[in-house]
C-alpha cells in the first residue's frame, strides 16, 4: 500500500512523506507539488504508520484548497476522512469556537460578521459618539480596529486625535460584539488562542486530539496563526511545515516572513528537506526567476529546476509609450490566439489595480474578450447580505446587528428618526429591538406601526414553522412574506435599473442553490434550527473572488491575486522604477525591496511556456506623463535568459520584424472596418456570441447593452462588425 501511495514522488518529496515522528519542514519551491507531498503524506500517516484520521490537523488558507486536500486524501485512501481537520485556519478557529465558546460567556450559536459589518459597527458607535466621519473614516478606523485587535499595532502607537477616538471607539466596539453574541475575523483566531491560553483543560485534550499537525504555505502565517499552532503543537512536537520564503508576499495582510525562523528556534531539532524540482515550468523560465530571487538576503537557498525542457527566452518589450505597451500586449495575444493557445491559458499581471485601464480599453476597443479578476464576494453583495440578516433574525430575534440592517428594507416607513427612538428605549429599558415592536409603547404610530408589527409576525411565524418545512421552503415564504422579491421585481422602469434588479433575482435565486450545496453536507438528523445554525456560520467563511461566466477570456489581474495559479502564457506588465518595484518601496528599507523582489519572483513563476516582460519610456498615468526607469528586476534577470524586443532595443526588434533601423512599429492595421451604425437607446440588437440585447446607454463611440443571462452588460464599440441593430 505505501508504494502505490508513493509511487508518483520523487526522492525528496517521499522522503517529506516518510518521516512520521517529530517537526518537519519542507522548503518547497514554486510548483515544486506541495500539494502532493501534503496529501500524500495525511495518506501515509493514517494507512501506513496507524494513525486515527481524528489525530490529525491539516490548516491551509482558501477553502478551494482545503476542499483539493480533502478530494486528493479521499483518493488516496479510499476512505471517507468526515474525521480529519482539513481547513482554513479561520473554519478551524469557527468549528472550535462553535464547541468551546462557553467558556468566554458566549452563546454557541454566534454569528460571524465580515469587513463590511465591522465597517458598519464602527461607523455608527462613531456617530452615536458624535465623531465628524470626514474627519474619523469608518473605513480606515475598522482597519485600525483589525491591526489593534491582530496586535499588530497599539493604540500608543497612533497620534492624536486618532488615538483617543480609538481609545473610545475600540472597547465599545469589541462589548458590542460580545452583547450580539458577534465575532469578526479576527475574533476567529483571537478568541480560540485565548481559550487555549486560559484554559488548560481546553488545551490538553485538543493537544490530545491533533497529535499531528500540517500547515500549508506557512510563510504566509500571522503571528496569532504561529502561536495556535505552537500551543497544540508544543507537546507531541508532530508538526509539520510546507513553506517558501520566495514567495512570502503578504506582509500588508500581517503574514510574518520570520515565522519560519521562529519555527526553527522553537523546534530546534526539525528536519529540513528542500523541494526544487519544478513541475509548472519550462527551465528557462526558472534559471531566470532563480537569478532575480538570489539578491534577496536572509533566505534558505534552493535553485528551482525542470525536466519539462528548456523552453523560450524570456520576451522583454520596451515600448515608448502606455498606449504602444497595450497594442503589443494585445498583438501578441491575437498571434498566440491564432497559434492555438486558449485566451483562458494567457493572463496579463500588474503590480496594482489602477494599471490595468490601459489594457482595458484596448481588449474593449477590439472586443477581445477578458475577465478583471478582483474582489467582490458574492456574499458581499447587498442582496445577499440582506437576505441572511433575515435569515440570522429567524435563529434569534434578538440579533440586534441583522435588524438594524434589514429593518426598513424593503420600506416600512421607519424613518432614522424613528429607530432612533427605538434604539433608545431599548438601551433605555434594556430590550432587544425587537422587542420594542408593540402596541403598547407609542413608539411606532400609523403606517410604521401596523408594517412591523406584520414584520415581527413574520419572523414569528416562519420562526415557528422552522422545522415543519423544508428550508427551502422557509426560504421562498421570506422572499415573499417580508416584501423583498415584490421590491426588486417593482424596481424602477429604467431598463438598467431593470437589469440590476433581474440580476439581484438571479443572485437570489442562486442563494437556493447554495443553501442546498451546503445542507446535503450535515447531518440529516439535526435539526432545521441546527441546519440553518451551522449554514449561516459556514456561508461567512467562503467568501470567493467573483468570476466571470465567460469561461475563454484573457485574465487580468493583480499579481497578488495570481499567487497559486498557473498560466501558458503570463504578460507582466509596467516594469518600471517607482511602479514595479512600488514608489512606496524604492527607500531604504530592503525588507520592503525584497518583499517586492519576492512578489515578482512569483509572477515570473506563474508561467509554464512562455513570459513577456513589458513596459515603456513615458506612461501617461495618474492625470499626467510620467518618464520611468528600467525596472531595477530586469536588470537582475541574466542576459543569456533575456529576448530583448521592440523600439528600444533595435537590434533584436529588427531581426524579429526584418524591418529597416528607422522603422518603428505602429498599430493602426488592427482599426475594424467601420459600418456607421446609427444606434440609440433602447434599439435591439443582436450579437454574434451574446445573442439578443437591448441598448442602454450610448456615449460617444461606445454603446453600453443589456444581454440576457450570464452575460449581462457589456460595453462596445459603437461601430463593431460583431451585432447589427434591428428594425
Known amino acids: 500500500m505505501g508504494k502505490s501511495i508513493l509511487k508518483n514522488l520523487n526522492k525528496e518529496q ?61 483518493k488516496l485512501i479510499n476512505l471517507p476522512i468526515n474525521n480529519i481537520w482539513i481547513s482554513t485556519f479561520h473554519s478551524m478557529g469557527a468549528n472550535f469556537l462553535r464547541s468551546e465558546i462557553s467558556n468566554l460567556d458566549y452563546d454557541k450559536n454566534f454569528q460571524i460578521i465580515d469587513d463590511q459589518d465591522s465597517t458598519n459597527i464602527i461607523k455608527n458607535l462613531l456617530k452615536k459618539h458624535n465623531y465628524d466621519l470626514k ?26 486625535p486618532i488615538k483617543g477616538m480609538l481609545q473610545q471607539i475600540y472597547p465599545e466596539y469589541n462589548k458590542y460584539l460580545k452583547d450580539n453574541n458577534l465575532v469578526d475575523f479576527e475574533d476567529l483566531l483571537i478568541l480560540p488562542l485565548n481559550i487555549l491560553k486560559d484554559f488548560s483543560g481546553v488545551l490538553k485534550r485538543y493537544q490530545e486530539k491533533f497529535q499531528y499537525i500540517l500547515v500549508d ?15 497544540l503543537a508544543k507537546k507531541h512536537r508532530n508538526i509539520f511545515i510546507v513553506g517558501d520564503e520566495d514567495q512570502s508576499i503578504y506582509a500588508f495582510r500581517g503574514s510574518n516572513i520570520y515565522n519560519i525562523k521562529k519555527f526553527t528556534k522553537d523546534f530546534p531539532e526539525y528536519k529540513k528537506i528542500i523541494l526544487n524540482q519544478n513541475y509548472r515550468s519550462k527551465d528557462t523560465i526558472l534559471k531566470a526567476a532563480n537569478s532575480v530571487i538570489k539578491n534577496n538576503e536572509n533566505r534558505i537557498p534552493k535553485n528551482l529546476y525542470s525536466e519539462l525542457g528548456k523552453g523560450e527566452k524570456v520576451i522583454y518589450y520596451r515600448a515608448n509609450t502606455d498606449e504602444e505597451e497595450a497594442y503589443y500586449v494585445f498583438e501578441q495575444i491575437r498571434k498566440l490566439r491564432r497559434e492555438g493557445i486558449n485566451l483562458s491559458d494567457i493572463v496579463v499581471l500588474y503590480r496594482n489595480n489602477s494599471m490595468s485601464r490601459r489594457f482595458e480599453d484596448i481588449f474593449l476597443k477590439y472586443n477581445l474578450p477578458h475577465k478583471i479578476v478582483g474582489n467582490l464576494s458574492f456574499y458581499k453583495r447587498k442582496e445577499i447580505k440582506d437576505i441572511i440578516a433575515y435569515l440570522h433574525l429567524l435563529i434569534n430575534s434578538g440579533d440586534d446587528y441583522s435588524f438594524s440592517r434589514i429593518y426598513n428594507t424593503p ?39 401596523d408594517e412591523m408589527i406584520e414584520f415581527k409576525q413574520m419572523i414569528s411565524d416562519l420562526k415557528a414553522g422552522l422545522e415543519k418545512r423544508a428550508l427551502l421552503e422557509t426560504y421562498d415564504l421570506l422572499l415573499d412574506r417580508s416584501g423583498y422579491r415584490e421590491m426588486l421585481e417593482k424596481s424602477d422602469s429604467t431598463k438598467d435599473k431593470t437589469f440590476q434588479s433581474e440580476r439581484k433575482l438571479d443572485n437570489l435565486n442562486e442563494f437556493k442553490t447554495i443553501i442546498l450545496e451546503q445542507i446535503s453536507d450535515y447531518n440529516p438528523n439535526i435539526s432545521n434550527y441546527d441546519k440553518l445554525v451551522t449554514l449561516l456560520n459556514d456561508l461567512v467563511l467562503h467568501i470567493e473572488a467573483e468570476e466571470t461566466k465567460e469561461d475563454e477570456a484573457v485574465s487580468l489581474m493583480t499579481i497578488h ?24 518601496t524604492t527607500g531604504d528599507n530592503a525588507n520592503d525591496i ?9 509572477a515570473l513563476t506563474r508561467a509554464k511556456d512562455l513570459v513577456f516582460l513589458t513596459n515603456c519610456k513615458s506612461r501617461f498615468m495618474y492625470g499626467r506623463y510620467m518618464d520611468n526607469l528600467e525596472s531595477q528586476f530586469l536588470e537582475e534577470i541574466e542576459l543569456e535568459y533575456l529576448d530583448k524586443r521592440g523600439p528600444n532595443h533595435a537590434r533584436n526588434f529588427i531581426r524579429e520584424r526584418g524591418k529597416s533601423k528607422t522603422s518603428h512599429p505602429r498599430f493602426n492595421n488592427y482599426n475594424y472596418k467601420k459600418d456607421d451604425k446609427v444606434i440609440k437607446v433602447s434599439d435591439k440588437v443582436n450579437h454574434k456570441v451574446f445573442g439578443k440585447g437591448v441598448v442602454v446607454e450610448v456615449k460617444g463611440d461606445l454603446v453600453k447593452i443589456a444581454f440576457s443571462v450570464p452575460h449581462g452588460i457589456k460595453t462596445l464599440v459603437k461601430d463593431h462588425p460583431s451585432f447589427k441593430v434591428e428594425r
Open 594 to 602: 525584497d518583499e517586492e523582489r519576492r512578489l515578482f519572483y512569483v
Open 411 to 449: 420600506k416600512r416607513g421607519v424613518g432614522k428618526v424613528t429607530f432612533q427612538k427605538i434604539q433608545n428605549y431599548a438601551e433605555e429599558n434594556n430590550l432587544k429591538l425587537f422587542d420594542c415592536i408593540n402596541d403598547e409603547d407609542g413608539l411606532l404610530t400609523g403606517k410604521a406601526r
Open 217 to 231: 504555505e506557512f510563510q504566509d502565517t500571522n503571528n496569532l496563526q504561529y502561536q495556535i499552532i505552537y500551543e
Open 135 to 160: 474627519q474619523f473614516s469608518p473605513n480606515i478606523t475598522a482597519k485600525l480596529v483589525g491591526l489593534i485587535k491582530g496586535k499588530l499595532k497599539s493604540i500608543n502607537q497612533i497620534e492624536e
Open 561 to 584: 491575486s495570481a499567487k497559486g495559479l498557473e498560466f501558458r502564457v503570463v504578460f507582466i506588465t509596467c516594469l518600471e522604477q517607482t511602479l514595479f518595484p512600488s514608489i512606496r
Open 14 to 74: 517521499e522522503k517529506a512523506v516518510k518521516i512520521v515522528e517529530g517537526p518537519v519542514m519542507a522548503v518547497a519551491g514554486a510548483g515544486s507539488g506541495k500539494t502532493s507531498v501534503l496529501t500524500n503524506r495525511i495518506a501515509y500517516l493514517i494507512k501506513e504508520a496507524g494513525i486515527s484520521p481524528r489525530n490529525i490537523l491539516a490548516l491551509t488558507f482558501t477553502n478551494k484548497a482545503a476542499t483539493e486536500m480533502k478530494d486528493r486524501v479521499y
